[in-house]
């Protein structure tokens, strides 16, 4: 079987309708003020129109931006929070060493590579914001020192720190743990009835 090829003529291409949907008007497009739909140049009212669309889009923008601002600076104070948090419960965790080195440092068993470890460990604790709460001669704070025993005294005329029995801690504004210490406080002058 064999097939020749048939002869067709080319046929016309029939021109493509091309609808443009978008609505272009003077309000849209500058520049084509009437031109779109044959009407008059723009008037004032539509410059008001215009000029108020954009204030409230502007202000829309600055709303948005401002709540943006809040969120962000929000995200970071919390952030900040959570690890103050999780450095204050890793701190808390080692005060019973911290006590451990403070007790072999009484008892003078804190010497060679044990004191460079000490040393080094009290340096990195403190390098994390860890500080020392109470020492002798204080001004009582029941805040910071927690009262293990009470003196009367000539020598004082307030309430006063004069031993510390185990050290408190803080980490920035956080209290750790409060001081142990001995309170001498001043002789009441006034009888009561």
Known sequence: MNRTPVFRPPRQQ?????????????????????????????????????????????????????????????????RLAVREVAVANVLTGLLPVLDAIDRAREHGELTGGLKAVAELLESRLGALGLETVGA????????????????????VDRPTCTALLRRGYRVGQQLLRPAQVTVTGPEETATRP
């Open 136 to 155: 002798p001669g204080d001004s009582f704070d029941p805040t910071r020192h927690e009262a293990v025993t009470h003196e009367v005294s000539g020598t």
């Open 14 to 78: 029939l021109p493509v309708p091309v609808r443009d949907n978008r609505r272009t008007g003077p309000v849209t497009v500058p520049g084509r003020e009437g031109a779109a739909r044959g009407t008059a140049p723009a008037g004032e009212g539509q410059d008001a129109a215009l000029a108020t669309r954009l204030a409230e889009r502007t202000a829309d923008l600055q709303r948005l931006k401002a709540d943006y601002d809040n969120y962000r600076k929000r995200v970071q104070r919390d």
